[in-house]
């Protein structure tokens, strides 16, 4: 069985420790893991991982985050990916920082990513795995806060957020989405 593991982000030194680019994070993890790193491949930055004999595709697009949509469609097509073995994980600033949601469809919440993946696929009925980043900003500082880099307090517990992160990816692909949800939402 395959699935499609998107991390959402921008390419670049400039946006490595960002806010915005915790996708990224997650999918180095997992690839890390796994002994395996990404090769540039179309649309995307591309590793291939094993985990109980599924075959994860993991994607970190180099679209920049506005044009996420056409890699994930690429590579669903290219791959045979059917979308309910789609994830695609993303900051969230509705959520506080560290806190992980799995959701099996939705809005894009004003969120340009995943807003441009709803446009091109055509659908909101694809599970996303948020990611709390917080909401320390003032009014009109939005695209500031997530372009930003973490605080100092922040990053003595977002090693351990990333991988229970990639925890969920691993539920998700073994034991499904609703199992997944209620053994991990909230932790």
């Known amino acids: ?14 946006y490595e420790n960002t806010r915005h680019n915790i996708g990224f994070k ?5 690839a890390k ?3 395996e790193s990404f090769s540039l491949g179309r649309h995307a930055e591309v590793a291939v991982v094993k985990h109980k004999g599924r075959t994860l595709i993991l994607i970190k697009p180099t679209t920049f985050m506005n044009l996420s949509g056409k890699a994930v469609q690429f590579y669903l097509q290219s791959e045979k990916i059917p979308l309910e073995n789609l994830m695609v994980i993303t900051d969230d600033i509705a959520l506080p920082f560290g806190k992980l949601r799995m ?18 696929l055509r659908t909101q009925e694809y599970i996303r795995l948020r990611f709390g980043v917080g909401s320390d900003f003032y009014k009109g500082q939005q695209s500031d806060y997530v372009l930003g880099e973490w605080t100092s307090e922040e990053l003595i517990s977002l090693g351990d957020r990333i991988n229970v992160a990639a925890e969920f990816v691993k539920s998700f692909v073994t034991i499904g989405p609703q ?7 909230n932790k």
């Open 33 to 35: 893991e796994a002994g």
């Open 103 to 120: 959701k099996l469809k939705g809005s894009d919440g004003g969120h340009n990513g995943l807003k441009d993946i709803q446009a091109v």
């Open 26 to 30: 997650v999918l180095d993890t997992l």
């Open 179 to 185: 199992l997944t949800m209620t053994n991990w939402n």
């Open 1 to 14: 069985m395959k699935y499609l593991i998107v991390g959402l982000g921008n390419p670049g030194l400039k």
